[in-house]
T-cell receptor
Framework: QKEVEQNSGPLSVPEGAIASLNCTYS??????FFWYRQYSGKSPELIMS????GDKEDGRFTAQLNKASQYVSLLIRDSQPSDSATYLC???????????FGTGTLLAVQP | DTGVSQDPRHKITKRGQNVTFRCDPI?????LYWYRQTLGQGPEFLTY????????KSRLLSDRFSAERPKGSFSTLEIQRTEQGDSAMYLC???????????????FGNGTRLTVT
């Protein structure tokens, strides 16, 4: 099992809907968790971090962490076409305790 | 805070040539990281520095790759005898504290896209 796994998508949602992005992780990563947004040809941009079980909200974004089930998710409310991007899940861990990324999920918000 | 700066943005080189990339981190950040990203994949860790000390190198970093951060400020990544498989986006990031420490996330530069022909 990879340390951080994501469905590559694409995930297509209509404008105004809630987009739900999911990420699972292995026992080898168990510390801090991050969501990065990456537009095509651009670098990753941090949008959310979460460190403890439960929900964390920031504007239209909510990150959810469930350590018992080893998943972390990102909800985007009122999705906009400008949210169309690849969303990368990342976690700290592994043999040498570094930031490890998933392959990313491509989100397409349809106008 | 002007963000992480990388130069050049794009580099096209012929196989066998050497290339060097530069990264200027956010000024107060003492940690600097290099990642590589290929199409459809997430960034893969290459190496990182704490101030001027290179603390870890990935198995991905063959002996053709070398990175330096001589004064604990900017960093360079050199690839010698480039191969077509080196074609990728090379990303630099910096942070104030340790990996994923609270209030110390990694901030990425815009990357250098390398194409080896």
């Amino acid at each position: 099992q990879k340390e951080v796994e994501q469905n590559s998508g694409p995930l297509s949602v209509p404008e105004g809907a809630i987009a739900s992005l999911n990420c699972t992780y292995s026992d080898r990563v168990s510390q801090s968790f991050f969501w990065y947004r990456q537009y095509s040809g651009k670098s990753p941009e941090l949008i959310m971090s979460i460190y403890s079980n439960g929900d964390k909200e920031d504007g239209r974004f909510t990150a959810q962490l469930n350590k018992a089930s080893q998943y972390v998710s990102l909800l985007i409310r009122d999705s906009q076409p400008s949210d169309s991007a690849t969303y990368l899940c990342a976690a700290v861990g592994g043999a040498t305790n570094k930031l490890i990324f998933g392959t990313g999920t491509l989100l397409a918000v349809q106008p | 805070d002007t963000g992480v700066s990388q130069d050049p943005r794009h580099k096209i080189t012929k196989r066998g040539q050497n290339v060097t990339f530069r990264c200027d981190p956010i000024s107060e950040h003492n940690r600097l990281y290099w990642y590589r990203q290929t199409l459809g994949q997430g960034p893969e860790f290459l190496t990182y520095f704490q101030n001027e000390a290179q603390l870890e190198k990935s198995r991905l970093l063959s002996d053709r790759f070398s990175a330096e951060r001589p004064k604990g400020s900017f960093s360079t990544l050199e690839i010698q005898r480039t191969e077509q498989g080196d074609s990728a986006m090379y990303l630099c990031a910096s942070s104030l504290g340790g990996w994923g420490a609270r209030n110390s996330p990694l901030h990425f530069g815009n990357g250098t896209r390398l194409t080896v022909t």
